[in-house]
């Protein structure tokens, strides 16, 4: 008799396992639908609000993100404790340099210290500009559609100023293509 109380308590954990984990999937999938993230809801906003700002790089020199109006830029918060962030930073160098010339412009916002943005920088060959946000920059993020507050978050500038495409998680190879491809 105590080895079935044993396993009918063992299907009742593995069911409730089970079904939270359901819920909780179809709540992150639901709410990322309602919410507008991980695609194109804002997009053909007007990004002058974010091209106003100004935040120091890593070496403390204030970057007007203003100083690229008219290319496609590609703006992505990230940290360095941010595995899925550094799993997409190839690409973006990769991008940059191959795309560079012809009026793409990466630029990283931190929400991290200038040391250790500067010193994975230099570990990885950054060819951007990686500004320091802190912790404000989540809030940054948030304006911008981020609701989630949860890194990496990109946004795609058209070189009109609109917002073509808001990101929320890794921006995979085939559709950063896709995107900058359109709009180059």
């Known amino acids: 008799?105590?080895?079935?109380?044993?396993?009918?308590r063992w299907w009742r954990t593995v069911t409730l396992v089970l079904v939270g984990a359901l819920a909780l999937g179809l709540g992150a999938y639901f709410g990322q639908r309602q919410l507008g993230l991980g695609g194109a809801p804002g997009?053909?906003?007007?990004?002058?609000?974010?091209?106003?700002?100004?935040l120091p790089d890593a070496?403390?020199?204030?970057?007007?993100?203003g100083q690229?109006?008219?290319?496609?830029?590609?703006?992505?918060?990230?940290a360095t404790w941010?595995?899925?962030?550094?799993?997409?930073?190839?690409e973006f160098i990769r991008a940059q340099g191959e795309w560079g010339g012809r009026g793409l412009q990466f630029v990283g916002i931190a929400v991290d210290q200038a040391d250790k943005v500067r010193q994975f920088a230099g570990e990885i060959g950054l060819n951007y500009p990686a500004?320091?946000?802190?912790?404000?920059?989540?809030?940054?993020?948030k304006s911008l559609g981020n609701q989630l507050m949860a890194l990496p978050f990109t946004v795609i500038i058209g070189r009109d100023g609109t917002v073509a495409h808001t990101q929320l998680g890794p921006l995979r190879d085939a559709q950063l293509r896709s995107i900058v491809g359109q709009l180059l």
């Open 131 to 141: 500004l320091i946000g802190g912790y404000g920059a989540m809030e940054l993020s």
């Open 43 to 54: 997009t053909g906003r007007d990004a002058s609000a974010l091209l106003a700002i100004a």
């Open 82 to 90: 941010c595995a899925p962030c550094r799993e997409e930073m190839p």
């Open 1 to 8: 008799m105590e080895d079935g109380g044993r396993r009918r």
């Open 59 to 65: 070496d403390g020199r204030e970057q007007a993100l």
């Open 68 to 78: 690229w109006k008219g290319k496609v830029l590609v703006v992505n918060f990230w």
